[in-house]
Nanobody, 116 residues
């Protein structure tokens, strides 16, 4: 059974940072592209970061316009985990953050709230 579990969300002040982790079980993690999505109330899930491979020099990371330069996606194929480092957070970054494997499997999401 494939399972994705996100953690690390919470409340942070504007300008702060958070690190999210997604732990994956039940699939050959290294073979799958991994994604982070974000969903705010009343909107569709937005793809914000992509990590196709554990070797960034061969498969560069990709980011949405709203996160490029502030967020960093990484993955550890040995641990079967994908990470999202978030810096210079803004209130518009508030939402539920989901990790996704291969465009198929989803985690339950973790809430991030950026507010003073």
């Amino acid at each position: 059974q494939v399972r994705l579990v996100e953690s690390g969300g919470g409340l942070v002040q504007p300008g702060g940072s958070l690190n999210l982790t997604c732990k994956v079980t039940g699939l050959l993690f290294a073979l799958y592209p991994m994604y982070w999505y974000r969903q705010t109330p009343g909107t569709q899930r937005e793809l914000i970061a992509t990590a196709l491979s554990d070797v960034p020099m061969y498969r560069p990371r990709e980011y949405s316009d709203s996160t490029r330069g502030r967020f960093i996606i990484s993955r550890d194929d040995f641990k079967r985990e994908v990470y999202l480092e978030m810096y210079s957070l803004e209130p518009t970054d508030t939402g539920v953050y989901y990790c996704n494997a291969n465009g198929t499997y989803w985690g339950q999401g973790t809430q991030v709230t950026v507010s003073s």
